[in-house]
């Protein structure tokens, strides 16, 4: 599925086996309280994580059920606009601009 999280999330091949590895430890950090890995991603970018990986499964399911390319099409999209633009968005809004002024 690694094609799928690179398409829906708009990764890049050089960037992926990152990405990958990063949810790897962060799930043992989670799953087995493996402390190496505590902090790998702010709950924030586990928060939409977890929205991209439920697209790749939902599109994986698509695909075996052999949806039309315009459905697959759409779901990439909506992919994309949540895990990529939603998540910029929110990075904007949660941010604090006046945090940064230097008096």
């Known amino acids: ?25 962060s799930r043992d950090y989670h799953i087995h309280s493996n402390l ?5 991603f702010s709950e924030f970018e ?5 929205f991209l990986i439920d697209f790749v499964v939902g599109y994986g399911l698509l695909v075996s059920l052999g949806v039309s390319d315009i459905v697959k099409k759409k779901i990439i999209s909506q ?3 949540v895990y990529v ?8 809004l949660s941010s604090n ?5 230097q008096e």
Do not use: C, H, W
Request: no cysteine.
């Open 79 to 81: 992919g994309q606009s």
């Open 97 to 101: 601009p006046l945090a940064n002024e």
């Open 36 to 40: 190496r890995n505590k902090d790998i």
């Open 46 to 50: 586990l928060l939409y994580i977890s």
């Open 1 to 25: 599925f690694s094609n799928d999280f690179m398409v829906i999330g708009k990764i890049e091949s050089k960037e992926f086996n990152d990405f990958a590895q990063k949810i790897v430890r």
């Open 85 to 92: 633009n939603m998540k910029n968005t929110n990075l904007i």
